[in-house]
């Protein structure tokens, strides 16, 4: 299989990746672009008969930090909303619960939240998801479990409607 070929079966992953990063589906965008076009130019740093997807997320997830760090330097705001109108909210209790799922997402260390939705999205090994963000497996596994503990902790609340935490079912 080519390396081209290789590359454009990662897109569709690379893109839920870079959504759930960025929050913001034209940064993500970008994001996966720049990644892309970063690949193909530095495409002979890549090992031949090694998986090209390790190499690709841990491109996008490096662009995903040069850019955070440059936005703070520009003073940019990182917001998905800024400058719009927010929508009404829908009542639903299983939206309401989902929103705040992502809420307390958004509001983990950015480090514990790049693991977390590595690992949920994408599903690597540990071994795997560690080289792709350029941690050690222990790193990994701490990052981890601070993040879905805080998440418990923060959606372990009061439960609504009779019905059990959302974290529980998804252990």
């Given amino acids: 299989m080519s390396f081209e070929r290789r590359i454009c079966d990662q897109i569709p992953h690379l893109q839920r990746y870079a959504r759930a990063l960025c929050d913001n589906p034209g940064q993500a965008e970008d994001l996966v672009q720049d990644c892309l076009e970063r690949a193909l130019r530095k495409r002979h740093l890549w090992m031949p008969g090694r998986s090209v997807r390790p190499w690709l997320f841990r491109m996008l997830y490096r662009l995903y930090l040069n850019d955070r760090a440059s936005a703070r330097r520009r003073w940019e705001s990182l917001a998905p909303d800024a400058g719009l109108e927010r929508p009404q909210e829908a009542r639903q209790e299983p939206f309401l ?39 050690k497996v222990g790193t990994l596994r701490s990052r981890l479990s601070r993040a879905r503990e805080t998440l418990r902790q923060v959606l372990d609340g009061p439960v609504r409607g009779g019905g059990r935490p959302l974290l529980r079912r998804v252990k």
């Fill in 97 to 135: 619960a989902c929103h705040e799922a992502i809420e307390a997402m958004r509001a983990l260390p950015p480090e514990q939240r790049a693991a977390l939705l590595l690992m949920v999205l994408e599903s690597p090994g540990y071994a795997e998801a560690a080289r792709i963000l350029g941690i």
